[in-house]
Nanobody, 120 residues
Framework: QVQLVESGGGLVQPGGSLRLSCAAS????????MGWYRQAPGKQRELVAG???????NYPDSVKGRFTISSDIAKNAMYLQMNNLKPEDTAVYYC??????????????WGQGTQVTVSS
């Protein structure tokens, strides 16, 4: 079994910063890529940052220059530094990992989500 656990969400004022963390554990053989997604009420889940095992990253224009994704492969961990937060960044943020399990199955796994609220 594979578990992804997010932490670091909360309430922040516009212009503030937050750092999200994701820890993957369980029957993990190797992680191919990881990503942060978010879902605001009434909207579809969207990718906000992705990172491959090789370290390549990608961001949508809406967060480019404000959000930075990083990972620690040895610890199966991923982080999202969010700066200059805006009210429209308010959403539940989810950690995702595409990985091989120890029984050689490839799958996509999700965390339970962490709420980020940007409000004055």
């Amino acid at each position: 079994q594979v578990q992804l656990v997010e932490s670091g969400g909360g309430l922040v004022q516009p212009g503030g910063s937050l750092r999200l963390s994701c820890a993957a554990s369980g029957s993990i053989r190797s992680i191919n890529s990881m990503g942060w997604y978010r879902q605001a009420p009434g909207k579809q889940r969207e990718l906000v940052a992705g990172i491959t095992r090789g370290g390549s990253t990608n961001y949508p224009d809406s967060v480019k220059g404000r959000f930075t994704i990083s990972s620690d492969i040895a610890k199966n961990a991923m982080y999202l530094q969010m700066n200059n937060l805006k009210p429209e960044d308010t959403a539940v943020y989810y950690c995702n990992a595409d990985l091989w399990s120890t029984d050689f199955k490839y799958g996509s796994y999700w965390g339970q989500g962490t709420q980020v609220t940007v409000s004055s």
